[in-house]
C-alpha cells in the first residue's frame, strides 16, 4: 500500500510565502514524476508543477518565479516554495507522484489527500 500525505498547508497574507510538503511512503520500489496541483472553488485542478526523477522541472505560467518544486529522494519527499503569495493563489494543493510498487510489475498515479492554502489579509 502506497499513501501521499500532503503537509504545510494554512492561511497567509498576500506576500507571504508558506512550503508545502509530500512525503510517499508504503511499499515503494521507486518514484518517477512528482507533481503539485491545485483547485480553487468553481473551478477545474490545475497543474502548478512537476518534477522528474531527474529533477528537471516545468512550472505554470502563473506561479513561475514564485513558486519552487524540489524533491528529497532519499526521503521520497516533494516540497513546493511558495513565495509572493496571491489571493488567487488560494485553493486546494493536492500532491501526484507515479510510483512503481514491489512486486506488482507496474506504475501508476497516486494522489494525496489536499491540503488547503488561503491567501487573504
Known amino acids: 500500500q502506497v499513501q501521499l500525505v500532503e503537509s504545510g498547508g494554512g492561511l497567509v497574507q498576500p506576500g507571504g510565502s508558506l512550503r508545502l510538503s509530500c512525503a510517499a511512503s508504503g511499499s515503494i520500489f521507486s518514484i518517477n514524476t512528482m507533481g503539485w496541483y491545485r483547485q480553487a472553488p468553481g473551478k477545474q485542478r490545475e497543474l502548478v508543477a512537476y518534477i522528474t526523477s531527474g529533477e528537471s522541472t516545468n512550472y505554470a505560467d502563473s506561479v513561475k518565479g514564485r513558486f519552487t518544486i524540489s524533491r528529497d529522494n532519499a526521503k521520497n519527499t516533494m516540497y513546493l516554495q511558495m513565495n509572493s503569495l496571491k489571493p488567487e493563489d488560494t485553493a486546494v494543493y493536492y500532491c501526484?507522484?507515479?510510483?512503481?510498487?514491489?512486486?506488482?510489475?507496474?506504475?501508476?498515479?497516486?494522489w494525496g489527500q489536499g491540503t488547503q492554502v488561503t491567501v487573504s489579509s
Open positions: 501526484s507522484a507515479y510510483i512503481y510498487s514491489y512486486g506488482t510489475g507496474y506504475g501508476r498515479d497516486y
